[in-house]
């Protein structure tokens, strides 16, 4: 079951941001939520990992795909089922890149994650903003700073999440939500 997804568009040069993302170890100088991170091999499928959050327990991860420069994908056990990351990056207009995650629920306890559902996605657009901000300072801008439209002094980048409609809605005459601009 599709839970959110987060995205953002910032100006950075894909390699870079490819690079700073799949750095799982460096994952907690960026990742609002990681306290601890490691990864039990190099970075291709297959390969586990663990990862500790902030303020809970850390928990296992499984590299489940991997195109290089392009998308990743991360599978996470929990009771009765599992949780799937799904991580993408697209070079966007001139200078920029899109970076989108996905989150999606496998069994019993998809409907008991909803609850968390919300701390996930303020979680992940933070740290989507510090990524930029983490790539910023390593100097990865290519020019001039414009994400579509918006003005610099008002959001460093474009940042928004999708919501997944809960299954009631989905019997009504329900429309999916217009994108929300998380600044």
Not at 6 to 30: H, I, L, M, N, Q
Not at 35 to 57: C, H, M, T, Y
Not at 134 to 140: F, I, V
Request: charged share 25%; net charge neutral; with cysteine.
């Amino acid at each position: 079951m599709h839970l959110f997804e987060c995205e953002a568009t910032f100006e950075a040069d894909p390699a870079e941001v490819w690079k700073v993302w799949t750095d799982v170890e460096r994952w907690p100088e960026w990742d609002v939520s990681k306290e601890i991170a490691q990864l039990d091999g190099p970075f291709q499928p297959g390969v586990s990992g663990w990862a500790k959050q902030r303020g809970n327990l850390g928990g296992s991860f499984t590299i489940t795909l991997v195109d290089d420069g392009r998308r990743w994908v991360t599978e996470c056990p929990i009771p009765l089922g599992k949780v799937v990351f799904d991580h993408l990056l697209e070079p966007a207009a001139e200078g920029h890149v899109r970076v989108v995650k996905k989150v999606e629920v496998h069994g019993g306890f998809g409907s008991l994650l909803r609850l968390i559902a919300p701390k996930m996605r303020r979680d992940i657009t933070q740290s989507l903003a510090a990524l930029e901000r983490q790539l910023s300072a390593l100097g990865t801008r290519t020019h001039g700073h414009q994400a579509h439209g918006f003005d610099p002094s008002q959001s460093p980048g474009r940042m928004f999440c999708h919501i997944a409609p809960t299954p009631r809605a989905c019997f009504r005459n329900w429309r999916p939500p217009a994108p929300v601009d998380l600044k």
